[in-house]
């Protein structure tokens, strides 16, 4: 049974930094990433990295957030700096494996990020 536990959220002031992590279990990822959904907005792509390597970000975090695995490539970390009240939103760690007909999504939890003085 696929896993996904995420840690790291909370509050923060303007221009600090947070760091999110999320544990994947049960299966074999072609790609890891985060989402974020704010209040009365529809879920939006953070970051992505393949089991290659490539990554993929916003254009709204680039330059600010990072996005790292670790060697066995089963968590996937989300460092922020420089947090802005915009990004004040739930964080979704997702894990895809792709198939021959289809992709399978899975999702963590959510952890709330709020930045705010």
């Known amino acids: 049974q696929v896993q996904l536990v995420e840690s790291g959220g909370g509050l923060v002031q303007p221009g600090g930094s947070l760091r999110l992590s999320c544990a994947a279990s049960?299966?074999?990822?072609?790609?890891m990433g985060w989402y974020r959904q704010a209040p009365g907005k529809q879920r939006e792509l953070v970051a992505t990295?393949?089991?290659?390597?490539?990554?993929k970000y916003a254009d709204s975090v680039k330059d600010r957030f990072t996005i790292s695995t670790n060697n066995a490539k089963n968590t996937v970390y989300l460092q922020m700096n420089n947090l802005k009240p915009e990004d004040t939103a739930v964080y979704y760690c997702?894990?895809?494996?792709?198939?021959?007909?289809?992709?399978?999504?899975?999702w963590g939890q959510g952890t709330q990020v709020t930045v705010s003085s």
């Open positions: 049960g299966s074999i990822f072609n790609a």
């Open positions: 990295i393949s089991s290659g390597g490539t990554t």
């Open positions: 997702n894990a895809v494996r792709y198939y021959v007909l289809g992709n399978t999504n899975y």
